[in-house]
């Protein structure tokens, strides 16, 4: 059974930072590509990051620059450093697996997301 | 880039009812198009990927087509576990890959 577990979430002031890590299970964690999602509250969904398996990442315009991707393939683990964070980075964030190896394929399994909150 | 237009933003419906939420590209996508359902508090569910295939353990009731840059979700019975907000996705090559605002469907 495929199994996604977000964790690192937390309260976090303007500027700060904070590591969030997704621990995968069920499923070749080096063959195939992962992403991460983000919902703001009571908002819809934004693509934000994502690695293919062969490690060239992608990110979206919003983060570039103060997010950074990257995985463990001996420790089954995806991880996503966030850096400079901003009241709008407040969002509960998911990981998600691809379909292949390439980042711009469906994603087939999510995890239950983990709370990012950006205040003073 | 690429901006994907849901819609409705929501609707309400009959159990047994045929329910129809499109999704439009601004640009052609081909059919590098998906669809998932999200429940209140749960991550996103896979249903649909290239247009109109059916995600593994699907119910079959769940449909989806094409039509240039026009893209349908179908569900053609309503049934009570579909109430969810329903997301489209283009991931064709060329990050962002986009989700539209959703659709959240409801039981009259």
Same mark, same amino acid.
Do not use: H
């Given at each position: ?5 977000? =964790? ?7 500027? $700060?930072?904070?590591?969030? !890590?997704?621990?995968? /299970?069920?499923? *070749? ?26 490690? =060239? ?7 570039? $620059?103060?997010?950074?991707? !990257?995985?463990?393939? /001996?420790?089954? *683990? ?40 950006? !205040?003073? | ?108």
């Amino acid at each position: 059974e495929v199994q996604l577990l977000e =964790s690192g979430g937390g309260l976090v002031q303007p500027g $700060g930072s904070l590591r969030l !890590s997704c621990a995968a /299970s069920g499923f *070749t964690f080096s063959s195939s590509a992962m992403t991460w999602v983000r919902q703001a509250p009571r908002k819809g969904l934004e693509w934000v990051s994502a690695i293919s398996s062969g490690g =060239s990442t992608y990110y979206a315009d919003s983060v570039k $620059g103060r997010f950074t991707i !990257s995985r463990d393939n /001996s420790k089954n *683990t995806l991880y996503l450093q966030l850096n400079s964070l901003r009241a709008d980075d407040t969002a509960v964030y998911y990981c998600a697996k691809g379909r292949g190896k390439y980042y711009d394929l469906p994603l087939d399994y999510w995890g239950q997301g983990t709370l990012v909150t950006v !205040s003073s | 880039d690429i901006q994907m237009t849901q819609s409705p933003s929501s609707l309400s419906a009959f159990v047994g009812d045929r329910v129809t939420i499109t999704c439009r590209a601004s640009q052609g996508i081909s059919n590098y198009l998906a669809w998932y359902q999200q429940k209140p508090g749960k991550g996103p569910k896979l249903l649909i990927y290239a247009a109109s295939t059916l995600q593994s353990g699907v119910p079959s009731r769940f449909s989806g087509s094409a039509s240039g840059t026009d893209f349908t979700l179908t569900i053609s019975s309503l049934q009570p576990e579909d109430v969810a907000t329903y997301y489209c996705q283009k991931y064709n090559s060329a990050p962002p890959l986009t989700f539209g605002g959703g659709t959240k469907v409801e039981i009259k």
